[in-house]
């Protein structure tokens, strides 16, 4: 048998109040700030390694690892004939790499509720295209742009971790 005194529950949360409060004063925001550059650079990693999701939807439990479409023969002896310029790019690698701009205007912002992370509409040099449009454009055949149950799984840990931490330093 277990006992739970009311007194003991009630202080309880009186602490998870401050602990709400505290997450939309700075030291909440850098904890949302770190969370999200972690999945920034999370999802930079998988894609440069040549992993993507198997889809863009927020549901954690529709989206798991996948490789990435082969490219085309076609354009395979385009990417020959004109290597990329990007880093961690070849011809024959589809890692969503080929000048790299693409995946450096992945951008991370705090919110309200959150954070989300995106592509910046900064343009390309040498094209009338922006970087959000070109991954919408490469979203339909190889989607890259969220997180997989796993990778979903590491966030939440690494915001336990940093709550219990901020949690002891305010209530010891």
Not at 10 to 21: G, S
Not at 58 to 86: C, I, W
Request: cysteine-free; aromatic content about 8%.
């Amino acid at each position: 048998m277990i006992k739970v005194k009311y007194e003991g529950l009630m202080q309880k949360l009186k602490k998870l109040e401050q602990l709400k409060k505290l997450m939309s004063t700075p030291d909440g925001k850098d904890i949302l700030n770190k969370l999200s550059k972690k999945a920034a650079d999370i999802i930079y990693k998988r894609v440069k390694s040549g992993k993507g999701v198997s889809s863009n939807s927020q549901n954690a439990v529709e989206v798991s690892f996948a490789s990435m479409k082969d490219f085309s023969p076609a354009y395979l002896r385009r990417r020959k004939l004109h290597p990329p310029t990007g880093a961690f790019s070849s011809p024959a690698k589809q890692n969503l790499t080929y000048t790299g701009q693409m995946l450096d205007a992945i951008v991370n912002e705090v919110t309200r509720n959150g954070f989300k992370i995106f592509i910046n509409k900064t343009s390309r040099e040498g094209s009338k295209l922006n970087n959000n449009k070109v991954a919408e454009y490469v979203s339909e055949l190889r989607p890259f742009l969220a997180l997989t149950v796993k990778e979903q799984a590491l966030i939440k840990r690494e915001f336990i971790n940093l709550v219990r931490q901020l949690a002891k330093k305010i209530f010891s």
